[in-house]
């Protein structure tokens, strides 16, 4: 059977993390899923530790690249995956319990092809809430509400339909904020939903593949246009 949500999991070096965040999705309930691991040329035990996982679940499946960037990464995972709606998850954060249900619930509710929620940021497992102050719904201006934070729109807590990214693809050249200048494109065009529930946890200890960026030209910063 089709599955409901497709996640796409980049994977470098994260031998430490790699379970905690896979079995995190494992423990989703009400959706079908599948689980696309994409090991991005690791040089730990994370490639062993992807095959573990799919030999014993059918829903997941690995491809094993050669180091590209997590971009690259992400392209793969959207070009492979076979769901109606598709989820990217970091592999050194975590999904908390229905995430995947909540945010699917609100875009059948809203009517939305794009749908995002709440999160926390973990530092010493210490969790801060991350957006307050606003309610679920249908956001009016989708650009006002990232700009003063109403919402977050990080890697983990935003829901796609295929229909409006199995055609879009992350910029390779960038090594940080890709997200950023993939998900401007998409919100120029769509309606957002949002609740204010927290489905994930962003951890900032031992962070991976959101490695600085020594290259500031290579920063989305100086590839945002707000025109159109």
Known sequence: MKPLISIIVPVYNEEKHLARCVNSILNQQRVSIE????????????????????SRYPCIHVYHETNGGVSKARNLGIEKAIGEWLFFLDSDDYLLADALYTLITQAQKSNTLIT??????EKNKKREVVCSGITSGVIRNNFRAVYFQTVNL?????????????????NETLTR?????????????????????????YSLDDRGLSAKCNDRYK??????????
């Open 116 to 121: 995002c929620a709440n999160l926390y940021i």
């Open 177 to 201: 904020g890709e997200d950023v200048t993939f998900r401007n494109d998409i919100l120029r065009t769509q309606k957002l939903s949002y609740t204010n529930k927290c489905i994930m946890v």
């Open 154 to 170: 990080c890697t983990g807590v935003v829901l796609y339909h295929q229909s409006i990214i199995k055609h879009k693809r992350f």
């Open 219 to 228: 920063d989305h910063v100086f590839h945002m246009n707000f025109d159109g």
């Open 35 to 54: 689980i696309l691991l994409i090991d991005d040329g690791s040089t730990d035990s994370s490639g062993a530790i992807c095959d573990d996982f799919a």
